[in-house]
């Protein structure tokens, strides 16, 4: 399957912000088509993403040479050569970039590129995209396919919103469910619920940039009061039906050594920030916290991992980047037991993949996320599904920028039909 022709074009994201959209297209008229998400809190060892910074139009944040870079440098590396190398494509373009983090020719110009060969391949064989993805992991190839469990952000605060909450999201996972499609229906039951009790109280209902809400409240625990009254309202039961999923994103707050929880006016060493989070995880039924210490704070992450890790997901997110060897780091310190899979951290497919294998192989979780400035793009769903990550988070039941992807995967899962599990609970279970 040759690749004819490679062309990128510069868009615009669920912020407004310019992003790159590439099309690839191959001799037999495939066309893959992918548009690369952009991150507001974003990871110091992240690839980077190019901008025209020099430039006043979009306040700087054009991606005109990202685009310029794409339809000359990798046109031209990849046009003749064979779509279904995907490896050999990734790093070719990688070679040609030539630095550690993707900065010269930019990790959104080559992600754009990586994603939309794998799109028009899986065009070109027939099949769906999910099932490239498969063939493409090095999972065990079995017809057996994983509908990811949702970590749906009802709750912003953070970077994510402009109010009082220090802590960035706050998320249902709906454990209990038989299904990915009632699993949804539950989320999105008790996101309604949480709308209700919030404007009954007087408090704003308006939305962060995933599509929670994002109240003014009087301390961060009360987000958490008010999530089980919402879940409880709903008709469901905290703790079996449904739990709490939370990513504090503690970079943003660190400085000079300490947590500043600006809200409540505290400064918060490491040690304070374990105890916080043991207390909260023993006062409400919250199983995943990610980023719940800053991406430096590799001691703090092994403390908080062998305090809460046994029953906890601790999952790394601004601390992996999905970098393979922050990754390995972290496995050899135990310093988490999860990771945030994010695409255009690393800026290819198959350094994604590969950062999916490992954790897997050494029995770690996987979570498939999107980022705050996402698009119509649906390739995480996907993602999720062809590499049995068991877990995707991508925002609130709200915003077409994030149900596009809860839409697919309920394509994917009405598709699948029986060859399709949903794993609940069982996927957190291995910390037990």
Request: proline share 3%.
């Amino acid at each position: 399957m040759i690749i004819r022709k490679i062309f990128a074009r510069e868009l615009l994201d669920s912020r407004g912000n310019p992003t790159i959209e590439v099309d690839v297209v191959l001799e037999d008229g495939s066309l893959g088509r992918s548009i690369v998400p952009s991150g507001a809190s974003t990871g110091a060892y992240e690839a980077v993403e190019l901008r025209d910074s020099n430039i006043n139009r979009y306040n700087g944040k054009g991606v005109l040479q990202a685009v310029k870079n794409t339809n000359t440098e990798l046109s031209q590396l990849l046009v003749g050569r064979d779509s279904q190398d995907q490896s050999n494509i990734d790093q070719l373009m990688i070679d040609l970039d030539g630095t550690e983090n993707k900065e010269r020719l930019g990790a959104n110009a080559i992600l754009g590129v990586s994603l939309s060969v794998a799109k028009a391949t899986a065009q070109s064989l027939k099949i769906p995209l999910y099932e490239y993805f498969h063939q493409l992991s090095a999972t065990d190839n079995n017809n057996q396919f994983i509908l990811p469990v949702p970590m749906c952000n009802i709750l912003n605060g953070g970077a994510h919103a402009s109010n009082s909450v220090d802590f960035q999201e706050f998320m249902l996972m709906p454990v209990g469910s038989e299904s990915f499609s009632e699993g949804l229906r539950w989320v999105v039951e008790s996101y309604q619920q949480l709308r209700t009790l919030l404007a009954k109280n007087s408090y704003d209902t308006s939305v962060g940039d995933e599509g929670g809400f994002a109240p003014n409240l009087k301390n961060n625990r009360s987000a958490l009061h008010l999530l089980i009254d919402a879940i409880q309202i709903a008709g469901y039961t905290p703790g079996k039906d449904m739990v709490i999923a939370l990513d504090p994103a503690m970079t943003e707050l660190w400085e000079k050594g300490k947590y500043n929880l600006s809200s409540e006016s505290k400064l918060m060493t490491s040690t304070d920030m374990i105890k916080l989070w043991t207390e909260w995880c023993n006062d409400f039924p919250i199983s995943s916290i990610e980023d719940g210490l800053a991406e430096d704070d590799w001691n703090g992450w092994q403390n908080l991992t062998s305090a809460i890790g046994k029953n906890v997901q601790i999952v790394g997110d601004d601390l992996f980047v999905t970098n393979i060897n922050r990754l390995k780091d972290g496995i050899e310190m135990k310093a988490a037991n999860s990771i945030l899979i994010k695409l255009n951290q690393v800026g290819s497919l198959s350094e994604t993949i590969n950062a999916i294998t490992l954790a897997k192989q050494s029995g770690w979780t996987t979570i498939i996320s999107h980022r705050s400035g996402e698009t119509e793009d649906t390739t995480i769903a996907h993602l999720a599904v062809g590499t049995g990550a068991g877990q995707i988070k991508t925002g609130a039941p709200a915003r077409t920028d994030r149900t596009a992807k809860y839409n697919e995967l309920l394509r994917i899962e009405e598709l699948l039909a029986e060859k399709g599990t949903y794993p609940g609970i069982s996927i957190l279970n291995h910390h037990a």
